[in-house]
Nanobody, 124 residues
Framework: QVQLLESGGGLVQAGGSLRLSCAAS????????MGWFRQAPGKEREFVAA????????YYADSVKGRFTISRDNAKNPVYLQMNSLKPEDTAVYYC?????????????????WGQGTQVTVSS
């Protein structure tokens, strides 16, 4: 059974940094597009970033562009999200997700594999 497990969330002050990790079990995710999404209280889940199989292509939501970096190490954990210059509006549960097709997608329903999420709280 495929499982994704996020880690690295926590409480940080505005302007600070966090690095999220996503580990996979059950199968290798080296040939999956991986994405990060987030969901704040009372809001819909939204796209944050995605990365191609090789890591050569990435795509970001405008709200995080220039502050967040998605990367992957196919030999170890499949994907990371480095978050810098955090803002209170970045507070959310962050989820990693995977899809087999090698095209970057921003849509929740195009990712069949999901983790349980990790909480990120940014205080002002």
């Amino acid at each position: 059974q495929v499982q994704l497990l996020e880690s690295g969330g926590g409480l940080v002050q505005a302007g600070g940094s966090l690095r999220l990790s996503c580990a996979a079990s059950g199968r290798t995710f080296s040939n999956y597009v991986m994405g990060w999404f987030r969901q704040a209280p009372g809001k819909e889940r939204e796209f944050v970033a995605a990365i191609s199989w090789s890591g050569g292509n990435t795509y970001y939501a405008d709200s995080v562009k220039g502050r967040f970096t998605i990367s992957r190490d196919n030999a170890k954990n499949p994907v990371y999200l480095q978050m810098n210059s955090l803002k209170p509006e970045d507070t959310a549960v962050y989820y990693c997700a995977g899809r087999r097709l090698n095209s970057l997608s921003t849509k929740n329903n195009e990712y069949p594999y999901w983790g349980q999420g990790t909480q990120v709280t940014v205080s002002s």
